[in-house]
C-alpha cells in the first residue's frame, strides 16, 4: 500500500502527501469538534464508564494543547477547546479523575497539566500539591515508562520534582534496547510515547545523538511496516507522529507514506476513523454513541498526527541537540 502516484518525481510526491495530510488534518479535526461534545454531554454523562470518559477527556486536552500549540489561530480548534473547557471546570472532575484508584495520580497529574489556562486555578494548585505531599514527583518503584510520562507531565504543570533526567529514562527505555526485538515483541504505545515525551510531540528536540537517532527510526519503521501489514490504524498514524518528532521526514519514507495510504483508505466518509485496525471497525449497525465509541480514539489519534504534520513543516526543531536537560526541580 502506498500513496506514491507512478510518474512524478519526489518533490512532487511529496506535494502530493502534504495535500492528503492536509485533508486528513481537517476531516478529522472536523469530526472532532461536531463530535467531541458527547464527552461530557448529559447522556455522555449517563453511559460512558467513567475511567474511559476521563482518559478521553484528558486525551481531547493534549490534543488542544497540540493544536493550539502548532496553530493558535485555527478556528476549527475552538469547539474542541470549548468541551476540554466546560469539563475541566465541573466541580466533580477531581472525584472522577480519582474513580480507579489504580489511575487516580496519573490522572490527576495529567489533568494539572493540560487545564486550559485559567479554568481552575485553585483546584489545579490543590491537586499538585497532594501529589508532591504523596511521594508521587518521586522516582520510588516507578517503571522507566511511567517514569518517564511522570515526568513530562511534572515539567508541563511546572511543579518541583526529583525524577530521573530525560538521558536516564532514554537509557532504560524500551526504544532504547528494541534493536533485536521482533515487532510482534514491542509494546507501540510504550515506543511512540516515549519518542513524544522526548520530543514534546515535536516541539524540541530529542536530545538523542545521531546514532541512537537512526536506530530507534530503524525500529519505527519495523513497526509501521508491520502495521500496515495488520492494518493497524491508530498504531500506524502514531508511528507516523513518532518519525516526524525524530526529526525524520515520513511523507519521503516508503513506511510513512503507506501509513498514509492506509489511513485515507480507512477514513470514513462523515471524517472519522472508524476503529482502531481494519478487523476492529465500527460495525455497519451501530447506533450514533456506539459509533463515537469505536471512532473517537483512532480519529483523535490520526487528527493529533497529521495537525503537527501538516503546521509543524514549516518550523522543524533540530533533531539532534545536547542532552535534554536533566535539572531536577527542587
Avoid at 66 to 80: M, N, Q, S
Avoid at 82 to 96: F, K, Y
Wanted: proline fraction near 7%; aromatic fraction near 6%; glycine fraction near 6%.
Amino acid at each position: 500500500m502506498s500513496t506514491r502516484a507512478p510518474g512524478l518525481d519526489p518533490d512532487r510526491r511529496t506535494a502530493a502527501a502534504e495535500e492528503t495530510v492536509a485533508g486528513l488534518a481537517a476531516s478529522t479535526g472536523r469530526w472532532l469538534g461536531l463530535h467531541a461534545g458527547r464527552l461530557d454531554s448529559a447522556s455522555g454523562r449517563a453511559e460512558l464508564p467513567v475511567t474511559p470518559r476521563v482518559k478521553a477527556l484528558l486525551q481531547l486536552a493534549l490534543l488542544c494543547r497540540c493544536w493550539l500549540k502548532a496553530a493558535p489561530d485555527d478556528i476549527p480548534a475552538r469547539p474542541v477547546l470549548a468541551v476540554v473547557e466546560r469539563a475541566w471546570r465541573r466541580p466533580e472532575m477531581p472525584r472522577l479523575l480519582a474513580h480507579t484508584p489504580g489511575s487516580a495520580r496519573p490522572f490527576g497529574l495529567i489533568w494539572a497539566a493540560l487545564a486550559p489556562a485559567g479554568t481552575v486555578p485553585e483546584a489545579r494548585r490543590e491537586m499538585l500539591d497532594r501529589l508532591s505531599a504523596e511521594g508521587y514527583l518521586l522516582p520510588r518503584r516507578k517503571s522507566p515508562y511511567l517514569h518517564l510520562g511522570t515526568r513530562f507531565y511534572a515539567e508541563l504543570a511546572g511543579v518541583e520534582h526529583e525524577l530521573a533526567s530525560y538521558e536516564e529514562l532514554w537509557a532504560c527505555s524500551l526504544l532504547a534496547r528494541a534493536d533485536d526485538m521482533t515487532a510482534a515483541e514491542l509494546d507501540v504505545c510504550q515506543v511512540t510515547d516515549t519518542v513524544f515525551y522526548l520530543s514534546d510531540y515535536g516541539f524540541r528536540g530529542t536530545g538523542l545523538d545521531a546514532e541512537a537517532r537512526e536506530r530507534a527510526l530503524g525500529v519505527l519503521e519495523r513497526l509501521a511496516d508491520h502495521c500496515v501489514r495488520e492494518g493497524a490504524w491508530e498504531y500506524g498514524a502514531k508511528l507516523l507522529l513518532a518519525q516526524h518528532c525524530l526529526g525524520s521526514d515520513p511523507l519521503r519514507t516508503p513506511s510513512g507514506t503507506a501509513v498514509l495510504g492506509m489511513l485515507v483508505e480507512a477514513r470514513s466518509p462523515d471524517g472519522s476513523i472508524p476503529g482502531k485496525t481494519a478487523q476492529r471497525r465500527a460495525p455497519a449497525s451501530a447506533a450514533p454513541q456506539e459509533y463515537f465509541r469505536w471512532a473517537y480514539q483512532s480519529t483523535l489519534v490520526t487528527a493529533l498526527t497529521t495537525l503537527l504534520l501538516t503546521n509543524s513543516r514549516r518550523t522543524r526543531p533540530t533533531p539532534t541537540l545536547a542532552s535534554p536537560t536533566a535539572r531536577r526541580t527542587r
